[in-house]
């Protein structure tokens, strides 16, 4: 399948954080081969925890104060992975757990929140999308909610080739050696110092590769894949290696 303009990969995810902890390896390995990558950040992550690890609704846990760290940890995150385009929605983290906050993200109606989405896809017209997985019940209500969102834009534009969720199990059609840019992803994931996110990620095939589930496909590209643009061309240049 053929495209105009540059290979463009465009993420859709929960949180500041997520774009370095769930995907760092593939937007650094593609952003060295000149795909402009597109994240869209739908939260502004203010449940996460403090410094010190004090969490929300605990003595000195301050929400504002939280998202500003964040936000700036973000920026620092795309410096490092080659992020080209930062889109953030700005909604209200939805919290882990308990009651939600009022006007927060999961409460958004999904149409609602992908149609903002979707006039960024018409925008910056990707072949590929990558989000989070909608069908995994063991993760945040954001995550799921920015997966539902996440596919509903994609549907309602029919611009992108490929969608494809994040994979941790057996069901990944698609793994992409990421072992070149490992040090990358640490480094980005190290931005958020705040949020103990290495302590997390301790398993070496997290950094040496990542696995998706393809959802959609129009390129009708055979299984299973080892690149996210496999099956697609595209005419003009891509932007300059970084």
Request: with cysteine; aromatic share 4%; glycine share 8%.
């Amino acid at each position: 399948m053929q495209f105009d303009g540059p290979r463009t990969l465009l993420a859709v995810h929960a949180h500041p954080d997520d774009e370095s902890r769930s995907t760092g390896g593939i937007l650094a390995h593609y952003a060295r081969q000149g795909v402009r990558i597109v994240l869209v950040t739908c939260t502004s992550g203010e449940l996460g925890d403090m410094p010190g690890g004090i969490k929300p609704g605990e003595l000195n846990h301050h929400p504002q104060a939280v998202a500003a760290r964040r936000r700036a940890q973000l920026n620092a995150a795309c410096d490092v992975l080659g992020i080209t385009d930062l889109e953030l929605l700005g909604y209200h983290d939805s919290g882990e757990t308990g009651e939600v906050p009022p006007g927060a993200f999961c409460s958004i109606p999904v149409e609602t929140a992908a149609g903002r989405v979707a006039a960024l896809i018409e925008h910056f017209r990707p072949q590929v999308v990558v989000t989070h997985d909608h069908h995994n019940p063991h993760q945040h209500r954001d995550h799921v909610h920015a997966a539902r969102v996440a596919q509903h834009a994609v549907k309602e534009t029919g611009i992108p080739a490929k969608l494809y969720l994040e994979a941790h199990d057996s069901l990944a059609t698609t793994t992409v050696d990421t072992s070149a840019v490992a040090d990358v992803k640490r480094k980005a994931l190290h931005c958020y110092e705040s949020q103990s996110l290495i302590g997390k990620l301790t398993a070496q095939q997290r950094f040496a590769a990542e696995s998706y589930i393809r959802a959609i496909d129009t390129t009708n590209a055979p299984l299973p894949e080892t690149d996210l643009f496999a099956g697609i061309t595209h005419h003009g240049p891509d932007l300059p290696r970084w």
